[in-house]
């Protein structure tokens, strides 16, 4: 059973950090692609950063330069940096998992808000 689980999420004020995790089980995680989504009501949802197997990291432009995306293959978990976070930035935050472009799982997602 495939289960992608983010951690991390929570409120903030404008300007602070926050780290999302977001830790998988029942696939050879080395093997897919990871991503960090953001959903607001109403909304699709959006990419907001992704990573290859191979470590090529790709960002939506809004949070390039402020949010970084990394992984660790030994403990099968992505992470999502998130530095200089503003209210805008305000969303669930979801986790994907990619494999040769056609499977996919999703994580059940982690509510960030950036608010004063």
């Known amino acids: 059973q495939v289960q992608l689980v983010e951690s991390g999420g929570g409120l903030v004020q404008p300007g602070e950090s926050l780290r999302l995790s977001c830790a998988a089980s029942g696939v050879r995680f080395s093997m897919y692609n990871m991503a960090w989504y953001r959903q607001v009501p109403g909304k699709q949802r959006d990419l907001v950063a992704h990573i290859t197997t191979g470590d090529t990291t790709t960002y939506a432009d809004s949070v390039k330069g402020r949010f970084i995306i990394s992984r660790d293959n030994a403990k099968n978990t992505v992470y999502l940096q998130m530095n200089s976070l503003k209210p805008d930035n305000t969303a669930v935050y979801y986790c994907?998992?990619?494999?040769?472009?056609?499977?996919?799982?999703w994580g059940q997602g982690t509510r960030v808000t950036v608010s004063s």
């Open positions: 994907k998992a990619e494999f040769l472009g056609s499977v996919s799982y």
